[in-house]
């Protein structure tokens, strides 16, 4: 079955840090550049960073540069999404997608296939 | 930053067509593309490159972009379309992608 499937979620202080999973199979998952999309409760999609099919280029959303850090394991199929420094506004559910195009870069993206979202909850 | 604006939400009739807008400065020279959302689930992509239609996705479903707004029409409605719609695009003046706030559709 193509997938994707994140982990790692849960409840976590502010100022802490969290580290996300996110797992593909059914494609050939080193190919194509993935992106990581959060959203809040009750609120919309944010696109938060993307990495490139080869790791050679990523792009952060401004609300999380400096804070968060991803790297992908082409070998292992899995990418992950370090978050240090985490705030409340933090909270969210956490989606990686994947972009169709082939060995493409992590810009102007779209996303032909989405996991189910790990949750997130910052809190003290 | 680039700003899209979409309706907060749209409701049809069953058998009826809905219009759901994404609006943006010039976004008729940008790639629009679409993705559904269901409660609880994650989204799926209904529409790319303006009027791309990936496979599995029904006729029904066609989109346009020119001017300063993208639309997803949705033709012949059913209640398994009622689900929030996002639009998005890449900003290259922020190397950012830009989601539209959502629409939520509700077939009456």
């Known amino acids: 079955e193509v997938q994707l499937v994140e982990s790692g979620g849960g409840l976590v202080q502010p100022g802490r840090s969290l580290r996300l999973s996110c797992g593909g199979s059914g494609f050939s998952f080193g190919d194509y550049a993935i992106h990581w999309v959060r959203q809040a409760p009750g609120k919309g999609l944010e696109w938060i960073l993307g990495?490139?099919?080869?790791?050679?280029?990523?792009g952060y959303a401004d609300s999380v540069k400096g804070r968060f850090t991803v790297s992908r394991d082409n070998a292992r199929r899995l990418l992950y999404l370090q978050m240090n420094s985490l705030k409340t506004e933090d909270t969210a559910v956490y989606f990686c997608?994947?972009?169709?195009?082939?060995?493409?870069?992590?810009?102007?993206?779209?996303?032909?296939?989405w996991g189910r979202g790990t949750l997130v909850r910052v809190s003290s | 930053s680039y700003v899209l604006t979409q309706p907060i939400s749209v409701s049809v009739a069953p058998g009826e067509t809905a219009t759901i807008t994404c609006g943006g400065s010039?976004?008729?020279?940008?790639?629009v593309h679409w993705c559904q959302q269901k409660p609880g689930q994650a989204p799926i992509l209904v529409m790319y490159y303006d009027s791309d239609r990936p496979s599995g996705i029904p006729e029904r479903f066609s989109g346009s972009n020119s001017g300063n707004t993208a639309t997803l029409t949705i033709s012949r409605v059913e209640a398994g379309d009622e689900a929030d719609y996002y639009c998005h695009v890449w900003d290259s003046s922020s190397d950012h992608v830009v989601f539209g706030g959502g629409t939520k559709l509700t077939v009456l």
């Open positions: 990495i490139s099919w080869s790791s050679d280029s990523i």
């Open positions: 010039s976004i008729g020279s940008r790639h």
């Open positions: 997608a994947k972009d169709p195009r082939y060995r493409s870069g992590w810009n102007s993206p779209y996303f032909d296939l």
